[in-house]
């Protein structure tokens, strides 16, 4: 029966594959027909969003493709969804860093363009960074000046996929009715416009509301109808989310075997694409399944799996959750010793990453192992630290002990009242007891605003870091682009000087040899006269400078096209903010010659006294 089942399965998704397919090879069959150069790029970003969620190298070649021929012809929408792309691409393999420096070059290309729906999809695309590594309140940031930017320029397709992510958003602080509010109206763009996709991926995210309000066979339906979608459309990334979801929901179900099953799929789709992160969730989540189901080696083979897949790409919120769990199984199998080594672990881990909650079920957690072996020393001091920092964190058990205050407060209050009584110290008691009460909440209130206070100082701590690395990392690669480009412009200058020379010296040694040579000699000379200006070697130096400058001397060429061949190159060394005399040294000229070359390109500008001509060429 199993094996029937699979079989089945295994058809319906390599119909929906050849479906898929069938829609890609009908875009790279447009692609080979005569296009316009603009038209080949808008092919080949829709290819590299395709290949997305099936091919990573495959899509990151369509991205590069799409970004060379954008910025070649100068084609700004272009050159910002080919980076962001690339962007998405590093983020789908955990590569944080690489995946921040695009989205900041895709935010400073959308600002300089003036295009208000890309910078709301970069914005957008910056958010969704900072959430997968947990900077939350970052994400939150980037999201609403998304929704902001996106909302002047309205594209129902940008504004839907914002709005689905800031959901998403919410959904992970517990903030249900503002989550399916987004949900809902990026539901609504999503159905108008026809994306099938993008429709199913909002079902799955509903879905996991009602897993959250733990209504768990609604939640079931939409994750269900979700998969339907997905697999009719091959969108094998969204069929692994689904199919863990389905895990997930079956496991809070008690139905063990189906949570496995659907877990065991979607591991195997993210193997297939790559994805390690999403790997990492699903060995986590078949560690739960297997140890709620008492298969314990099982649980501890998944937990060491996805350890070391999460030490492998660097993410340690993994390793926490991970070797947490596996203190849990080891403490049901009674190995004390074990189960004490990974709560430890995880501790430490949860001090590092400032995770009180996490904290919280490890101090928990070794309370009672340590009480269920007898050590009621270690158990105290575990079950102290454990009350300290709940009490800290101000949670259910702090508002109940101020509650029971309160009420104690008013009954005191009535029974003194009906009492009748007169005396003036009973009143006097009654005031000191309210004054002591309302020192104590307001010590309370001043404890949590304190504590409220450092946690802000330190989310802004890091948002300032943050922001210092990529002007850093920015920095960096002007750097690296401006010495590629000047040592490729010496090496130009020195090959065309040396060729020269060697001319010079056959042109007096010419009369000197004999005649028989002569022929031979001028033959040599004609091919270094043809070769000394160095054409294919400028012309390579040209094509780099304008793919690192955005089209530089294409638009210099057409805002001035009285400038010549040699102003147009000294125009590009300029640019890369060299002085006179390091131009002259470049060049084999004279410091006056460029000088008098500088003027001449300021008069065929007509550029005013007072503005700097370097300057002028940096802004264009």
């Not at 989205?103 to 003036?114: E, F, I, T, Y």
């Not at 008691?429 to 946690?455: E, M, N, S």
Request: some cysteine.
């Amino acid at each position: 029966m199993k094996k029937i089942s699979l079989l089945l399965l295994l058809g319906i998704c390599l119909n929906s594959f050849l479906s898929a397919q069938t829609k890609i090879d009908s875009l790279l069959l447009v692609l080979k027909k005569p296009l316009s150069d603009q038209h080949q790029v808008d092919i080949s970003n829709l290819l590299a969003d395709k290949f997305l969620a099936r091919n990573l190298d495959t899509s990151r070649y369509f991205a590069n493709k799409a970004n060379k021929l954008a910025i070649k012809i100068g084609y700004t929408d272009g050159i910002i969804k080919s980076v962001q792309s690339l962007s998405y691409l590093y983020l789908n393999k955990s590569l944080f860093d690489s995946a921040i420096i695009l989205s900041n070059n895709a935010v400073a290309l959308s600002k300089k363009g003036n295009r208000n729906s890309l910078l709301g999809s970069s914005y957008n695309l910056k958010a969704r960074i900072f959430e997968f590594q947990n900077h939350v309140d970052s994400a939150e940031q980037y999201f609403n000046l998304a929704i902001e930017f996106a909302n002047k320029e309205p594209d129902k397709f940008i504004l839907a996929s914002i709005y689905n992510n800031y959901a998403n958003l919410l959904l992970d602080k517990s903030d249900y009715d503002k989550s399916l509010e987004y949900y809902l109206k990026a539901l609504t763009f999503f159905q108008e416009i026809g994306e099938q996709g993008k429709t199913a991926t909002v079902i799955s995210n509903i879905g996991n509301i009602y897993s959250f309000k733990k209504q768990y066979n609604l939640a079931l339906e939409q994750f269900n109808e979700a998969l339907t979608i997905n697999s009719k459309l091959s969108n094998f990334s969204a069929m692994a989310k689904d199919y863990s979801n389905l895990g997930v929901t079956y496991r809070n179900l008690k139905e063990y075997d189906k949570s496995i099953e659907n877990q065991q799929k979607a591991l195997a789709i993210n193997i297939r694409l790559g994805n390690k992160a999403e790997q990492i969730k699903c060995l986590y989540n078949l560690g739960v399944a297997s140890d709620s189901k008492n298969e314990y080696n099982n649980a501890l083979k998944y937990y060491q799996e996805s350890i070391d897949l999460s030490k492998k790409i660097g993410f340690e919120i993994g390793v926490l959750y991970n070797t947490f769990g596996m203190g849990f199984t080891y403490s049901k199998l009674n190995d004390k010793i074990l189960a004490e080594i990974h709560f430890k672990e995880a501790l430490q881990l949860s001090q590092q990453f400032q995770l009180p909650e996490a904290r919280l079920n490890c101090f928990q957690e070794l309370y009672r192992l340590n009480k269920r072996f007898g050590n009621y020393n270690e158990s105290l001091s575990f079950y102290e630290k454990y009350q300290m920092l709940k009490d800290s964190m101000f949670t259910t058990e702090k508002e109940r002990v101020v509650a029971d205050l309160q009420t104690k407060y008013e009954t005191e209050k009535k029974e003194t009242i009906i009492s009748g009584l007169k005396h003036k110290e009973e009143v006097n008691r009654l005031t000191l007891r309210i004054g002591i009460l309302v020192l104590a909440l307001f010590l309370v209130v001043l404890v949590f605003f304190i504590f409220y206070y450092q946690k802000r100082k330190i989310i802004y701590r890091q948002k300032i870091t943050i922001q210092k690395q990529e002007l850093d990392n920015m920095k960096m690669l002007a750097d690296a682009h401006k010495q590629e480009l000047t040592s490729k412009a010496l090496m130009l200058a020195k090959s065309e000087d040396i060729i020269l020379q060697f001319k010079g010296e056959l042109e007096q040694v010419l009369p000197k040899v004999d005649s028989s040579a002569i022929g031979e000699i001028k033959a040599i000379l004609k091919r270094v006269q043809w070769n000394e200006n160095g054409k294919e070697q400028w012309k390579e130096f040209i094509t780099r400078f304008d793919e690192l400058n955005n089209g530089f001397l294409g638009k210099l060429s057409e805002l001035h096209p009285e400038l010549s061949p040699v102003e147009l190159r000294l125009c590009a060394m300029l640019r890369l903010q060299l002085s006179t005399k390091e131009l002259a040294e470049l060049t084999n000229r004279s410091i006056r010659t460029i000088e008098n070359t500088r003027t001449n390109i300021r008069k065929k500008m007509n550029l005013d006294p007072s503005k700097n001509l370097t300057t002028y060429l940096l802004n264009i």
